[in-house]
């Protein structure tokens, strides 16, 4: 997806308002469905079923009616993909969206003079029942969008992202594999060693964030004065996030280009065995750290990071089991719960080696890939790390 900056006029603006609303009703309407549904009951409508519901509804309501159905249909998509993602643990339970709050539509079945260039720095894009916004063209849109998504963030920007999948990138054919972790120290850590940090605030930006939350904390409810700080935090935070996705793009086009394989926790299963609030294999350890962490913003940088890998480098992705991956050392390959010293540090009692505990979990997910990858194609491509075999048991490809 790359993101363009939306210019609506404010009559353009009212009317993607609208989208926006009729996308939350149905996406609304959706949530309380399957919300209703209880256990020994007929299952909760499917996507299909909604479809036909959401054509008698714009039969019955001429509010619904006046709306794009294309928009109003995604809305529903959205939502299957949501509880999909939900049923796969990789995601929580879709929620009621309110105003305001993550708005946005899809519009789908673009045609190809849909988006078009008007002069060095500014393009326009064809709405369904808008008509022609204009938007910065801030870097090269792709060939032939199929679909693009209108957001508007809480600081009341307007975006289009376009849809479309980028190129791969050639894989380097150098046999190497990568393991990528996301860490607790730093945002991620790879198997060489390496440790890669998602850009944060800078300091005067956090203090102004936090003089801007005491200002919040004493606004009178509904005032004026309470919307602009709002409005003012949401500034801040859009920059970090906008910070986070430029990351993203960068570290993973370098992974796809530097590696041939490149290894990451599966989150499904990571989902169930490390989760905050305790394991099975170190039952609540780490619980604050961990939730404060799924708090910040890396969270959905992370997903972000996997999804944008998988894009680059296609087939070259390979997600192994999480499990051991913090406690077994990297080098001499036992599972040993007390090496992790701090949240940091990783010292083997066994064989002696320390290092980072997040690239020694970075070195324990390639060496698990590199046996998949193995497995299927018959040769080893490369083991980072030597070691003998016999925990291999407990490596999951
Ligand atoms: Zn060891």
């Not at 009559?11 to 009703?25: G, I, S, T, V």
């Not at 993909?81 to 673009?110: C, D, K, L, S």
């Not at 002069?119 to 938007?135: N, Y």
């Not at 499990?323 to 599972?335: D, E, F, L």
Request: proline share 5%; hydrophobic share 40%; charged share 30%.
């Amino acid at each position: 997806m790359s993101r363009y900056r939306l210019q609506p006029s404010p009559a353009q603006e009212q009317a993607l308002l609208e989208h926006c609303r009729h996308a939350r009703y149905v996406w609304n309407l959706a949530v309380e469905q399957h919300a209703c549904w209880k256990p020994g009951r007929k299952s909760a409508p499917g996507f299909a079923e909604q479809c036909r519901q959401l054509i008698e509804a714009r039969a019955a309501f001429a509010w619904l009616r006046t709306g794009s159905i294309i928009v109003q249909q995604q809305a529903l998509k959205d939502f299957a993909q949501a509880m999909a993602n939900y049923f796969g643990g990789t995601h929580r339970r879709p929620a009621w969206r309110r105003r305001g709050r993550g708005e946005g539509f899809r519009i789908v079945a673009v045609k190809a003079g849909d988006v078009r260039r008007l002069s060095r720095h500014v393009g326009e894009v064809k709405v369904p029942k808008v008509g022609w916004i204009r938007f910065r063209w801030s870097r090269a849109v792709p060939d032939e969008v199929k679909s693009y998504r209108v957001t508007r963030d809480r600081a009341g920007r307007w975006h289009v992202a376009f849809a479309a999948i980028p190129d791969p990138v050639p894989a380097p054919a150098t046999g190497e594999v990568a393991g990528v972790d996301r860490g607790v120290a730093v945002s991620a850590a790879l198997s060489t060693g390496e440790m890669l940090n998602a850009p944060a605030l800078r300091d005067t930006e956090k203090a102004r964030l936090r003089r801007l939350l005491r200002k919040l904390a004493r606004a009178r409810r509904g005032s004026n004065r309470r919307a602009e700080v709002k409005a003012a935090i949401a500034r801040v935070k859009a920059r970090e996030s906008d910070r986070c996705k430029d990351w993203v793009e960068k570290v993973s086009t370098g992974l796809a280009r530097r590696f041939d394989v490149i290894a990451v926790e599966d989150l499904k299963i990571r989902a169930m065995t490390r989760s905050a609030r305790g394991t099975v294999e170190a039952p609540g350890r780490n619980v604050r750290a961990k939730a404060g962490l799924n708090r910040s913003i890396m969270a959905a940088g992370w997903g972000r990071l996997v999804r944008r890998l998988e894009h680059k480098a296609p087939g070259r992705v390979v997600k192994v089991s999480p499990a051991y991956t913090s406690q077994r050392c990297s080098a001499c390959g036992i599972v040993d719960r007390e090496a992790r010293e701090s949240q940091a540090r990783y010292r083997c009692r066994s064989c002696g080696y320390a290092g980072n505990a997040d690239v020694n979990a970075a070195r324990n997910i390639a060496y698990a890939a590199g046996h998949a990858v193995s497995a299927r194609e018959g040769p080893r491509v490369a083991g980072p790390v030597h070691r003998e075999p016999q925990r291999d048991l407990l490596l999951v490809g």
